[in-house]
């Protein structure tokens, strides 16, 4: 059973940077793989980036590419998602999940709201 917890969400402008941090409880945690995911307003959850247990090998959607970056802290069960440049539209309630094959562990998000 892993709990996950985010945290550094906010209200910035267009332009500003966050960093969201993920805290996982838990002993295996360096097992998991990792994700962040968001769901703005009427619209579907959707992936942003995750970051593989075994190799740190991360990816990212075309949306954030370039701009925001995952990182992982296993000796600390902490996972990190950098973010800069930020848009109006990467306005949204983020997650960060874990799991092997699916996800299944995910937090109760925290809010970024980016305003033009």
């Known amino acids: 059973q892993v709990q996950l917890v985010e945290s550094g969400g906010g209200s910035v402008q267009a332009g500003d940077s966050l960093r969201l941090a993920c805290a996982a409880s838990?002993?295996?945690?360096?097992?998991?793989?990792v994700g962040w995911f968001r769901q703005a307003p009427g619209k579907e959850r959707e992936f942003v980036a995750d970051i593989s247990r075994s190799d740190d090998r991360t990816s990212y959607a075309d949306s954030v590419k370039g701009r925001f970056t995952i990182s992982r802290d296993n000796s600390n069960n902490m996972v990190y998602l950098q973010m800069n440049s930020l848009k109006p539209d990467d306005t949204a309630v983020y997650y960060c999940a874990a799991g092997y094959a699916e996800y299944a562990y995910w937090g109760q998000g925290t809010q970024v709201t980016v305003s033009s």
């Open positions: 838990g002993r295996t945690f360096s097992r998991y793989n």
